[in-house]
């Protein structure tokens, strides 16, 4: 079997391969949220030979009144077979917290979590004693290992908070937990493409227990980019943020999701002023 039909038949198979991992998540999601459905009808992912795309206005919704999230993968009440991962990118969700609202306390264990502020501040508490607060520009990482507990708030009264909350599984289990969070000039990613995570603690952005990058980037339009895998085993998840781009020949608009794998490198285009989000992970 050629690789690119065995990554292919791996990725539609994805659900058997999670679907324990999936079931405890969303049993233990459930117990902390009982609110709230999946307000749009389950779509089938548009599978091709070495990619998927998912567009905006497939993915699941939760609109609980002070939370509005949309969910790229199955999450909590939401559950779509075709879309439960992404090689080992779990969780993809787009969040929007009124005013003084927010998540308590709540547990995770053994997953890389992301955030990423789009606009507001958030506030968070864990139980290794950290109380800090993100804003646009900063990146959150929490390596939950064996245990930890946390919350999350608006931190503000009298505005919205947006951000990105982003799942990976790791390649270690039951590390010791940790956080860290960092403060990114959002200059340096204007028409480049700014790195945010990595697997290296030395290098640039924060760090996790997995072999992934993450990169944003802020495009005037017709800027055009390459970008060239780490790995050839990953795979790039590309989440358009805002405006219109070209990731190869596949055309995306804002907050379009676009998975390929089993190449080297692709061009990005941005056919409007715009910024994305770029993933790489693993596709095992």
């Not at 879309?83 to 609202?101: E, H, I, K, S, Y």
Request: charged share 20%.
């Amino acid at each position: 079997m050629k690789r690119a039909d065995f990554i292919r038949k791996s990725f539609l198979a994805s659900t058997f391969l999670f679907s324990n991992k999936f079931n405890a998540e969303k049993n233990q999601i459930e117990k902390e949220n009982q609110i709230g459905y999946n307000q749009i009808p389950n779509t089938n992912s548009n599978v091709m030979n070495n990619a998927v795309l998912h567009k905006a206005e497939s993915r699941g919704l939760a609109d609980h009144g002070w939370l509005k999230s949309y969910h790229t993968f199955s999450f909590a009440n939401y559950y779509n077979p075709e879309r439960v991962n992404f090689g080992v990118l779990r969780v993809l969700n787009d969040d929007t917290v009124a005013p003084g609202m927010g998540f308590g306390t709540h547990p995770h264990e053994n997953m890389e979590i992301i955030s990423i502020p789009l606009e507001g501040d958030l506030e968070h508490q864990d139980s290794m004693g950290n109380t800090t607060v993100i804003k646009h520009g900063d990146i959150q990482i929490m390596s939950a290992g064996t245990g930890v507990k946390h919350s999350e708030y608006n931190k503000n009264k009298d505005s919205l908070v947006k951000f990105l909350q982003i799942w990976v599984f790791p390649n270690k289990k039951n590390v010791t937990p940790r956080y860290d969070q960092i403060t990114l000039n959002v200059k340096d990613r204007h028409n480049k493409l700014q790195q945010i995570l990595s697997p290296n603690a030395e290098d640039a952005g924060v760090w996790i227990h997995q072999n992934a990058w993450f990169y944003m980037g802020n495009f005037d339009k017709n800027f055009t980019t390459d970008y060239k895998v780490h790995d050839k085993k990953n795979g790039l998840y590309v989440f358009v943020l805002k405006g219109n781009i070209v990731v190869g020949e596949q055309n995306l608009k804002t907050r379009d999701g676009y998975g390929i794998w089993n190449f080297d490198s692709v061009i990005i285009t941005s056919k409007s002023d715009s910024e994305i989000l770029l993933m790489e992970v693993p596709m095992y």
